[in-house]
């Protein structure tokens, strides 16, 4: 838009000499151009500045909100049992170091800080650290344990007696997020002194002067890689490393830079150095065990020392930070000597910036890189005993409750049984894999072992591969439990009109049940016994034997008291059930024998205690779980049957027969399942042995899972059953039911509730019961 | 699973009534253990220390020594773990504090899976915190495991008979007390 003359003395003075109309149009046109770009850059930068703002804080909300939630968000931690010591306690001074060792204590002279222990003829002296438990907080104290044989003698703190000392319980797993970042959270004071400013002598020496960004840094890290001809030293702060670790991309671009600039200024102007020091501490990545990523040093001082990050001598703590510039570049497991010169180099920065003494530089250099044997063999890691305990934590808590909350979980695992459990699967079936010939790899197991009174899981095996988080074979893989049922049929006949001594026909039988295919069973042997007492039928597991008493009482009979012992109908609705043609989990199978080993009481297995949240207060107590589902005298018998089958029949081959033990062996059709359920004074196992592609393996619960049941009890030590002998238990002819001494006949002994209903056999010297003789009279 | 915050909504006369029942087992029971068990001597106590400043459940001093009425003896559990745990949760009963009772109970179970007088207390806690549900298996469980033990059946069964009275059922306390009771002396 053209503008007016100025003033009357410009137009005087441009009237003379008139301007050309070209020109005049051109700088018309000019000026207006000129107008034109000069807004639109206003308009741009405008823009610009807006557009800016916008992602400015778009940047501060998404770095912000990362910051404080990743700062809050705390997976879950799962406790195991703590071991308990008390005076008279069955265990060796060499159990109790294995209990330390694996709890990440170290063999020291020094006993002045918690952690460590130090073996003295007849004992041990040992340092305990602090931990707060579910019903209290024990500080840390030093504390002398003393052995006599096989048990502990006295405890000693100081001179004074100590009636019950706790160990720490094992960390055994975290639920940490899908994305598999797990982490232990710690706070600014519980972060080493040398830990923070060895951090800042070898990653970022202007941490604390910086504002987010370094240029020094930049140069001294070129000039540093320049000299040494390689990548020693980055020109990335710390808080530009935290961010970077925040949005975990490989992606170099000026762009990401730029943005990773602009949010480290950004944490820098929102939070406090010590904020963004202990965030990084928490956040760095340090390595990778399978789908879990080892965040922080919190959690990185467990996985590769098995310790507590405090407890960390300055070799480790500079171990840990020589894994950050590339946790698979210098990790400890892999590369040794290059994580070790690295190490070294670091140890060496220590010194020169005055944060260790020359002695303890000396000692450090000495020191080996002291990580544990395996990734695995550290902070312990159960998979599958933790995918019990996150189906009984999903009834109360959420899945991201688990994540985030820093809940920590109080668990009934007991860290030795474990192992006990699973390496006799290992080695068992590694054995029969060599001894069969078998492929190797080809036959899979899994176990549950129990509390007999309580319930509570103490160990459970999810494959031969403990420590892989896979198929969880104890807990979703329903086979069919062959024999390992027959008990529940002798359970139905002692709750009715049977005695041990009652005959039932072994005979071959065909059953044609309503809408159903003809059923011809037959003996796992093919022969036939004829009329054999109950005793006989099921310590030999006769097949035949057990139909006919099964028919006997009534399959509706028999599957009504399952439902009473595990809670839920059978699937199978035929008469095949009696001979176990009914899938169940080895988890189930424990729910159903524990009625038995607890004597009578229903104990769902369970894996909680309780949960409290990050600040101890207790969210939820999961209490002992029992109700009586059998008469305490029946549930008597039955368990002394089932020892009888152990002495006597088909579990006779195992080395604990004759301990008091009791049990029941099972096979499924073509041998595709082989089963055991064993149980003494305090521990209930049940044991499968299959394969995952369900074809016969050719073994027998004897010939399989009775094997590894062995070594578990091997391991464990069996603790014989000591059931109230029964006023009325009775010697009887194992072959015939009939009552007879140990003189004149082969005998077990077991309660009979109406011993005068018993027959004698002739040439004992029985005398007949008044009873029997009246139903002689009387033809009954 | 039960909330270990305690239901403050249990009525007075309930609670009453539950208290004395209690007492009175507590009375029978602990005055047993007090001829028998070696009580913790002062200055060898626990290691553990009640996590007041956490969840505000501070155990009271506990007082060894006092005058209790007489009763038969009962054999206290085998070993010196399960004993001071079963000392510190009558403690914790008598000072009204069911919730902190069952853990220590339960505590003392796992190291002593089957000593009848445990499952009993346990009961006995389960009572106080109104869960005469649990209380009664506890109670049937303790009667399981006393098997011959005459005077920890007994016990038993008279916790059996607390937790019928509790639960309105006076007629069968009265039955059990008739039978056990005067067994008991």
């Not at chain 1, 006949?493 to 005979?507: I, R, T």
């Not at chain 1, 059923?519 to 009329?531: E, L, M, V």
Request: with cysteine; net charge positive; aromatic share 8%.
């Amino acid at each position: 838009m053209p503008k007016k003359p100025a003033s009357g003395r410009r137009r005087s003075a441009s009237s003379s000499k008139k301007p050309p109309l070209k020109a005049s149009w051109f700088t018309r046109v000019s000026r207006w151009v000129l107008r034109l770009a000069l807004r639109i850059t206003l308009w741009v930068a405008l823009v610009g500045v807006l557009v800016g703002s916008g992602y400015l804080y778009y940047l501060d909300r998404s770095i912000s909100k990362t910051f404080e939630g990743r700062r809050w968000s705390v997976p879950a931690q799962v406790y195991a049992q703590p071991m308990e010591l008390y005076a008279g306690k069955r265990l060796t001074n060499a159990q109790l170091q294995d209990e330390l060792l694996r709890l990440g204590y170290r063999k020291t002279q020094d006993l002045s800080a918690p952690g460590g222990y130090q073996p003295i003829p007849g004992g041990v002296r040992l340092h305990l650290r602090s931990f707060a438990y579910m019903d209290a907080i024990r500080p840390s104290m030093r504390i002398t344990v003393m052995f006599v044989g096989n048990r502990l003698q006295r405890i000693l703190a100081g001179n004074r007696n100590m009636d019950l000392v706790r160990l720490e319980p094992a960390v055994i797993g975290s639920f940490f997020p899908s994305h598999g970042e797990d982490r232990l959270i710690l706070t600014p004071d519980q972060v080493p002194a040398l830990l923070a400013e060895g951090l800042k002598a070898v990653e970022d020496r202007e941490f604390d002067a910086h504002k987010g960004f370094s240029l020094t840094g930049i140069a001294r890290a070129a000039l540093v890689n320049l000299r040494s001809g390689e990548a020693q030293q980055g020109g990335s702060t710390l808080t530009q490393q935290l961010v970077k670790s925040y949005f975990l991309t490989n992606e170099r671009t000026i762009e990401r830079k730029l943005r990773e600039l602009a949010m480290s200024i950004i944490l820098e102007l929102r939070f406090s150095k010590e904020d963004i020091l202990t965030a990084y501490i928490n956040e760095i990545f340090l390595g990778q065990n399978g789908a879990r990523a080892i965040h922080g040093f919190g959690l990185g001082a467990q996985y590769y020392f098995n310790k507590p990050l405090n407890e960390l001598p300055p070799s480790q703590i500079a171990a840990l930070i020589s894994i950050i510039r590339g946790p698979s570049y210098y990790n400890p497991f892999r590369h040794p000597e290059r994580t070790l010169r690295r190490r070294n180099r670091i140890l060496d920065t220590f010194l020169a910036d005055g944060l260790i003494s020359n002695a303890r530089h000396q000692d450090a250099i000495g020191q080996p890189l002291g990580v544990v044997a395996s990734p695995n063999s550290g902070g312990a890691y159960y998979p599958a005993f933790m995918d019990l305990v996150r189906a009984e934590l999903s009834e109360r808590y959420s899945a991201s409750d688990l994540r985030t909350q820093g809940l920590r979980i109080f668990t009934t695992l007991r860290p030795r049984e474990q192992a006990n459990a699973q390496q006799a699967v290992s080695n068992t079936l590694k054995a029969i894999e060599q001894e069969r010939k078998y492929e190797a790899g080809s036959l899979q197991a899994s176990t549950v072992v129990t509390d007999t009174q309580t319930g509570e899981v103490l160990a459970l095996v999810g494959g031969r591969q403990g420590r892989v988080d896979g198929f969880n074979r104890a807990i979703n893989a329903r086979r069919p439990v062959g024999s390992v049922i027959k008990p529940l049929i002798v359970l139905s006949a002692l709750e009715s009109d049977y005695e041990w001594s009652s005959l039932v026909n072994d005979q071959a039988i065909t059953i044609t049940p309503p809408n159903g295919e003809p059923w011809s069973p037959r003996n796992y042997d093919g022969k036939t016994r004829g009329a054999v007492p109950i005793i006989k039928a099921l310590a030999l597991s006769l097949n035949l034997a057990a139909v006919d008493l099964g028919n006997r009482i009534g399959l509706d009979v028999v599957q009504g008291r399952f439902a009473d012992l595990v809670g839920y109908t059978p699937k199978n609705r035929y008469p095949s059930f009696f001979l176990g043609a009914e899938p169940m989990s080895p988890l189930q199978l424990a729910e159903l024998y524990g009625n038995f080993a607890s004597g009578g009481f229903r104990t769902t297995p369970k894996s909680v205690i309780a949960v409290l949240d990050e600040q101890g207060t207790p969210l939820s107590h999961h209490p002992f779980d029992v109700t009586q589902t059998i008469e305490v005298d029946t549930a008597t018998s039955l368990n002394s049957g089932l020892e009888i089958v152990m002495r006597r029949g088909t579990g006779r081959s195992s080395p604990f027969a004759q301990r008091g033990v009791a049990g029941k062996t099972g096979t499924s059709n073509d041998n595709r399942d082989s089963w055991f359920a064993g149980f003494d004074n305090s521990r209930l196992s049940i044991v499968w042995v299959g394969r995952d592609d369900n074809k016969p393996t050719g073994l027998t619960g004897t010939s399989g899972a009775l094997r590894i049941w062995n070594t578990m009890t091997e391991a464990a030590g069996p603790d014989p059953i000591t059931s109230a002998t029964s006023e009325n238990s009775i010697a009887i002819e194992y072959d015939t039911g009939l009552q007879a001494t140990a003189k004149c006949a082969d005998v077990v002994v077991l309660p009979i509730r109406r011993p005068d209903t018993l027959k004698p056999k002739s040439g004992c010297g029985i005398k007949t019961s008044f009873g029997e003789r009246l139903r002689a009279i009387f033809g009954r | 699973m039960i909330s270990l915050v305690q239901s403050a909504s249990s009525p007075a006369l309930v609670r009453t009534r539950n208290l004395l029942a209690n007492l009175a087992v507590v009375f029978l029971i602990t005055g047993c253990a007090s001829t028998t068990v070696q009580t913790p001597q002062p200055g060898a106590s626990t290691p553990d220390r009640s996590s007041s400043s956490q969840s505000g459940r501070e155990l009271p001093e506990v007082r060894e020594n006092e005058a209790r009425p007489k009763a038969p003896t009962i054999a206290p559990p085998r070993n010196s773990g399960a004993q001071t745990l079963l000392a510190r949760a009558d403690t914790a009963l008598a000072a009204e504090q069911p919730a902190t009772a069952v853990l220590l109970l339960e505590r003392a179970v796992r190291i002593e899976p089957r000593e009848a007088l445990l499952w009993i207390r346990l009961s006995q806690a389960h009572l106080d915190q109104g869960d005469s549900r649990a209380a009664f298996q506890h109670a049937r469980k303790a009667i399981a495991l006393a098997g011959s033990q005459t005077n920890k059946r007994t016990a038993a069964w008279l916790q059996l008979a607390n937790v019928y009275q509790a639960q309105g059922k006076d007629g069968e306390a009265k039955q059990i007390r008739n039978r056990y009771g005067r067994s008991s002396g």
